[in-house]
């Protein structure tokens, strides 16, 4: 059984540009949260999509979007990219929102 | 009272001793506590996972022990070997909501 899927693993952005970033979760899983991990925040959450709904949103600005597919995947975009953005960006997913949460292997996002 | 407060940073271990993990909560409405292990350049990886209405959970050599008055729980690894050195994180999370409220992680040594 495949796990979470992120694509790109890897992007280096400017300042000022935007990035979507891709997740693909496991077979069946219906929920997906997106969190952010940096050396100083540690793992933060950023959003929770259910059945296509954002259902929760983390303390992150508005430059910070999602959204969720019919077929369960998931992309972020973050606009008006700054220094402070550049992070591992985790997808997890999980059948519903009480369930096991599984992670992917995240995307390493480089803001120079 | 959302945080999560997870002791010690950092923890060396000689193999085959035991490794303990201690966390803290406030928000009583949570009811969901799983740990997740994440090695370099890895997503975090679900070990195990206790709800309330149990005080200690075991599969393997990894223990969960859960005290609900005092608002704790601990990570224990049995029988520490050097393939369990990683950055380990506790988490917390209310019915419902898919969102997880990571400590700041514990990065253990075991050394051979």
């Known amino acids: 059984k495949a796990g979470v899927t992120q694509t790109p693993r890897y992007l280096i952005k400017t300042r000022g540009q935007q990035v979507t970033l891709s997740c693909s979760p496991i077979?069946?899983?219906?929920?997906v949260s997106w969190y952010q991990q940096t050396p100083g925040q540690g793992l933060q959450f950023l959003f929770e999509y259910f059945s296509e709904t954002q259902r929760n949103k983390g303390n992150f600005p508005g430059r910070f979007s999602g959204r969720q597919f019919s077929n369960s995947r998931s992309e972020m975009n973050v606009s008006t990219l700054e220094l402070g953005d550049s992070a591992l960006y985790l997808c997890a997913s999980s059948w519903g929102p009480d369930s096991e949460a599984f992670f992917g292997q995240g995307t390493r996002l480089t803001v120079v | 009272q959302q945080q999560v407060k997870q002791s010690p940073q950092s923890l060396i271990v000689q193999k085959g001793g035991i490794s303990i993990i201690n966390c803290a909560y406030e928000?009583?409405?949570?009811?969901?506590f799983p740990w997740y292990q994440q090695f370099p350049g890895k997503g975090p990886a679900l070990l195990i996972a206790?709800?309330?209405?149990?005080s200690e959970k075991k599969e393997g050599r990894f223990t969960i022990s859960f005290n609900k008055s005092a608002k704790q729980f601990s990570l224990h690894i049995m029988d520490s070997q050097p393939g369990d050195s990683a950055t380990y994180f506790c988490?917390?999370?209310?019915?419902?909501?898919?969102?997880?409220?990571f400590g700041q992680g514990t990065t253990l040594q075991v050394k051979p």
């Open positions: 988490a917390a999370s209310k019915r419902n909501t898919g969102k997880l409220i």
């Open positions: 928000n009583t409405a949570f009811d969901y």
């Open positions: 077979s069946g899983h219906r929920s």
């Open positions: 206790i709800r309330p209405d149990v």
